[in-house]
């Protein structure tokens, strides 16, 4: 530590509670929490089980805060990404089952700079890295940092909302009910819009807050998991191709006899370091099998969450012909062909959870019962090749060697990925000066990474379909651009504990030592190490062009590639 550095208070993880995110603050009083430990849902729980430091009472005076809307306002919008669940404190909700359209949810654009303030970046990005603002005095009103007020947690009113729900299929929620939860801790999108029925009042907690309750208290756990059962799994399976013509007295018989299975572990990063050491094949032999080429087909498999490989018999191995994630499913074909010939066709690929996988299961008897007589005849398999379920990699035109590279490096979990094809790349490094250039002199990504069949993932965050860097972080720093599902940091949030970095499976987060405008770095008053930051790319969230690196490209060997689209992914890795 020289003279010339800065002496600070480490932040600490409720330095910034989430009552002071909003654009007008209401301050908790320990009436209020008071209040809230005696609801229904919370009295149970036993304060022994939490630490003494993360107590029922910090959580809910930390990670929750007292929200009002009108009746009409919109509290949550289909297709948003949530961070945080709600309780109904008084009043009622009313969940929309039926897609409102954007323009009725209200969604608004992400705010981008126009092209003047693209060009003043030029002049007015500061000469020294990683400039931060810190002092011993953590802000308490978010107008000194206007940029990170949560500007989408005021209610948007709906005009002659009882006109535009009329013939919309409706669940109401009274006092005491939970909503938001799956998508807060799953990570994923919200599936319903959800109205305030009258005033109401809420609580909402953000989701480190429900990570740490369910963590503790198992109660809630089981509690949760009942009304993803109740609520959210006929929303689920109605989304389903399968599943849409049926009435809702036939999908709640279906409904009934699914079955949640989960293959894998939830924070597989913890051990994906040494697994990648080994071969490919001891690394798909140690991957759980959900279903087994060959056996019979005992029913479909629904992916909820997290990722699965299709692989088949190949010489004395087993070569991997495509992957399953959220929404995609496994088993329909041979169901479905087995019924219509009255034939005995097995699985014909073997499904394996990649690290983690989160998956509904519907038995065939159900399907032969319920489903299978309903489906109109065109949405049954015609040809007995279909049974295969998907195509294969011929079919998607990338080679085998590049499938079992994505797949067994989990790349395919990323939604902007990285790609560089090296043999038109000229190292001329113009992708990384344009990184800098917005990103105030500080690239966000590094033009390295491992190579397969002539192109290279570089290490760029991903924006990962199931960002597990978010898992652990302590204070929410780290979480989803609410409209288009962007991984974005906090800065002001962000308390430099590492745990996103250190979770990071690609090694696409870095962590930086903050600087004072005049370039001296700030140490910890208490412990004399330097205080840091998260840092990765945002890909250009704030630009009106998007991505710099890949507009900036002068040869075309750039490109953010969403890893779903498989079709997309294959055309480029073939192009001339």
Not at 327 to 356: C, H, S
């Amino acid at each position: 530590m020289s003279d010339s550095s800065q002496i600070v208070k480490r932040p600490q993880r409720w330095d910034v509670p989430f009552w002071s995110e909003l654009e007008n603050p209401e301050p908790l009083t320990p009436g209020v929490v008071d209040r809230w430990l005696e609801l229904p849902i919370f009295r149970g729980m036993e304060a022994s089980r939490f630490p003494l430091n993360n107590s029922p009472r910090d959580i809910l005076a930390n990670d929750g805060r007292l929200r009002r809307f009108k009746a009409g306002d919109i509290i949550v919008r289909q297709g948003d990404y949530g961070h945080s669940a709600f309780i109904v404190l008084s009043g009622s909700a009313q969940v929309i089952l039926d897609n409102l359209g954007d323009l009725v949810r209200g969604r608004e654009d992400s705010s981008r700079k126009g092209w003047l303030g693209a060009l003043a970046q030029l002049w007015r990005n500061p000469k020294l890295p990683e400039v931060r603002n810190l002092g011993d005095r953590r802000p308490e009103r978010p107008e000194e940092h206007t940029d990170f007020i949560d500007k989408d947690a005021a209610g948007i009113f709906v005009q002659d909302i009882n006109v535009i729900i009329k013939g919309k299929r409706t669940v109401d929620l009274p006092a005491g009910e939970l909503f938001g939860e799956i998508a807060a801790l799953s990570r994923t999108a919200r599936t319903s819009t959800v109205i305030a029925g009258s005033d109401s009042e809420m609580l909402e907690i953000r989701w480190q807050g429900l990570r740490d309750i369910r963590l503790h208290a198992p109660e809630f756990k089981e509690y949760v998991d009942r009304l993803y059962r109740d609520h959210s799994l006929l929303s689920h399976l109605r989304e389903t191709a399968m599943f849409r013509h049926l009435d809702d007295a036939t999908l709640k018989r279906v409904a009934a006899a699914t079955e949640f299975l989960t293959f894998g572990n939830f924070e597989w990063y913890a051990t994906y370091s040494k697994m990648r050491e080994t071969s490919g094949a001891e690394r798909i032999q140690k991957e759980p099998v959900i279903a087994q080429e060959g056996h019979y087909p005992n029913g479909v498999y629904l992916v909820r969450s997290g990722f699965a490989r299709l692989s088949e018999t190949y010489n004395n191995g087993e070569r991997t012909v495509s992957y399953l994630g959220r929404g995609q499913i496994y088993g329909f074909a041979e169901v479905a062909m087995n019924w219509k010939d009255k034939t005995e066709l097995p699985f014909q690929r073997t499904l394996r959870a990649v690290g983690y996988a989160d998956v509904l299961f519907v038995p065939t008897s159900v399907l032969e019962a319920e489903v299978l007589p309903r489906l109109p005849t065109a949405e049954l398999p015609r040809k007995r090749l279909a049974a295969a379920g998907l195509g294969g990699v011929r079919d998607m035109k990338i080679r085998p060697e590049m499938m079992e590279f994505m797949v067994e490096r989990r790349f395919i979990n990323g939604t902007a990925t990285m790609i560089i094809d090296m043999d038109r790349c000229t190292r001329c490094d113009d992708c990384v000066r344009a990184c800098a250039s917005t990103h105030n002199n500080n690239p966000r990504f590094l033009r390295h990474g491992p190579i397969a069949d002539g192109f290279m993932i570089a290490n760029a965050c991903m924006h990962c379909q199931d960002p597990v860097c978010m898992i652990g972080c302590p204070t929410g720093a780290i979480h989803r651009d609410s409209a288009h599902g962007l991984v974005v940091i906090n800065d002001r949030t962000c308390i430099g504990c590492a745990t996103c970095a250190n979770s990071c499976p690609y090694d696409n987060i870095q962590m930086v030592t903050a600087r004072s405008p005049d370039g001296r770095p700030f140490y910890d008053r208490a412990t004399n190490q330097p205080i840091q930051k998260a840092a990765k790319c945002d890909l250009c969230s704030n630009q009106i062009t998007g991505p710099a690196c890949a507009n900036a490209c002068p040869h075309d060997a750039l490109v953010r590639m969403d890893m779903r689209d498989v079709d997309h992914l294959g055309s480029w890795l073939n192009r001339q």
